[in-house]
């Protein structure tokens, strides 16, 4: 089976792409909104009438939350081929604030503007405009030559937006049906818009909220400042020393489990000339700030970070209250790399405060997500396989490359299924994931799909 | 004129006195609330009809907010005697939230309590209940008499909950009619049940909101995590950089203008036998935050603080949000004692925060009040012969004693009528001011219009 025709049936058909996702688009799929569950029932049942066209055997799986959609397509005479997976979601992020939105974000259109042509609307990038890249890349082939080039386990779920909390339990449920030879991911973005990535490296999350309380309720600064202990003096002095002078986090073995980045890997990341001054000029800011001795990808995508979310205590509102407050808290979470070990550093962190409470102070805890950071084993000859089929479709060669972020579907298909997961994604870093006016470009839905088709086609032509 | 009779009048006409303040707690007069406006001239209206009955010449005198009240008395043959003014303010604290007092705060009744019987109202220490002990005492004398030993002018004010915005002009334009030999305010409390006090060192307040910016947006911190500076961090450096560790404002020239205490006032005010642990384990604390060397009193009285009354940044709401803000803000107010330059403290403590910002950061401030340090001179003879005559009603001797807070009437007088008020009051530290359920002791109302009597009697025999 040729890939040429492939390729040309994409160009041919693509009015006809922008007009399936536009249907799909106007469904508001907004997973963290108990209003909108019905509406994720539609895209997923939505979901399953296209896989359906396609020839799938596909169908709509009820959780406790919102449904999973699973769909297999097994070609004839697809023995010694590899099985992939595809994993993306079908639910959306809310739309506030809706007076941003230069449109309703659930009246999708292709817009003009400066930079080409944009598709916009919410969920145009993220999840599903991206999703419909490998969707419409099989119907192409098949529409082209009857069948798939090897078997293909489509799997969506509808909670990513909204903490995935029917994921993990799904998934080892259903192990034996989701675990393929290669698992394919499309929720990342290119490297730029000439050079596509593929995403190797994700830094993990640990969030913790801590809680300093003195006295037992909220006093006045004339009848008690100068001899009640003020915690947010205390926290303040906390967060403070969370780094030293250089950057770098001192909770104690925080950087057990940092992997030292190979030359190959700085040499590549080097070469892609990051412009780090117009990374940080876009938002105001000129020096990098993480740890000294580091260029910026490396602090984006190889070292951990500490930082503070959240702060509050006392009176924040209009005007002056001289209050000494009773409680003042933070949220703190960390960026996690390698194999550093979340609930070791949970449990050095809250040590260290520990260590540093004054007497008449107390601390209480809240803790939030804690997954570890990722790292794909590129070794395996799939990653270069897909890498050179997408060197193919783009102007400049494809990179493997780290995402500052975390993506725990990756670690998942790590843990249940053994695999690996191939992230491949064409977002670029002006979609407006999650915020107003969310767009995803014309170029990134036409090449990510011909990007798809190609790397369809050299997977499919692996040993397994 | 003998007092006797005047103190014996006072306690036969209690219940009718009671009944007075009663009349007068009915009015709500919050002055922050326009709501209540009209009910502030009411209270004005009834104290000039009170004075009035006592042949007084008093007026209701219109300002840009509520009014203020004048009255004088001026007794046949009073030439030689000194001349008094009384100061104290109509006007109350809202009374959100209401459903936390025991009664209807504008329904004022005589409770019976564990501690003896209280009036139960707003306003009914602060300062209704006060102010009437002081015009009781005159009523007494003039029932008894048929006039008083000297002449008083009476100055109240309606604003003094609000910011008391109209009282300086107001002082300035009419400094002739308020100027006295000998000013006598009545907002303070006892030192304790047995012990009462002239309170004759106040601290002043100066207060500063400091804002880092950082970036010129909140960020991801999965997308800028690690490179970019996060104002919250800054800030907390900033905050807990204000102090060393045992305790002293690390400011530059801080301390200029912070007196030393004498000898004989810290022997006095160690004689008074503070219970600090029994004052700060009433708030559940156990040791005194306050600078290294000092008693509690002296931290409270003499010592100068810097406290953090509000910080914010980020995201501080329910769950977590990995945002890294662009703005992190606090509110930072110090109590000023003696001849310290509150504007000299705050311009070392912007050029000290401007010195520890990083680049990338910027600040920007909003001054909020300022006001230093109060120190009377208590070698006027008034002083001791008020002293004396609060003895001669309390079972322990009176005391000079410093206040934490500040009381800015206080250094308005010094400033505009170069006279030194003498701060005499019968609150206690239960009363519940600015609170639901504030009351006023029984015994506070009774014993301080008896103290008033004793020191009219002790004031009209100075020499001026």
Redesign the interface.
Known sequence: MSLAPVLARIDADLDNAIERLCNFLRIPSISTDPIFAEDCQKAADWLVADLTTLGAEASKRQTPGHPMVVGHITPLYSDQKPHLLFYGHYDVQPVDPLDLWNRDPFDPAVEETDNGKVIRARGACDDKGQLMTFIEACRSWIAEHGELPCKITFFFEGEEESGSPSLIPFMKENKDEITADIALICDTGLFDSRVPAITTML?G?L?D?ITIT????D????????????P??V???I?????DENGRVTIPSFYDGVPELSDTLKEQWAALEFD?DA??GG????????ERGYS?LE??WS???C???????????D???????SQ????I?F?LVGHQDPEAIRKNLRRMIEGML???CSVSYNA??SSGGIVMSTEAPAFEAARIALSDEWPDEAAFIG????IPIAGFFQEITGVDPILIGFGKDDDQLHSPNEKYDLESFHKGTRSWARVLDALSRLEV
Not at 239 to 243: P, T
Not at 283 to 290: I, N, P, Q, R
Request: glycine letters at 18%; a positive charge.
């Open positions: 830094r999350l969030g909220e003195g006295p037992n309720k006093l006045h600064s004339g009848l008690y400042g100068g001899v009640s202990m003020n947010i003096r926290l303040s002095r967060l403070a020393s969370l780094h780090h990374f940080l938002v105001g800011l000129s020096a990098l700030a993480g910026a602090m984006l070292q951990p970070t930082e503070i979310n959240g702060i509050k205590g006392g009176y924040a509102g005007g002056f209250k001289t209050v000494l407050p003042a808290s933070a949220k979470s960026r004054p007497v008449d939030h997500g995402s500052g972020g975390s």
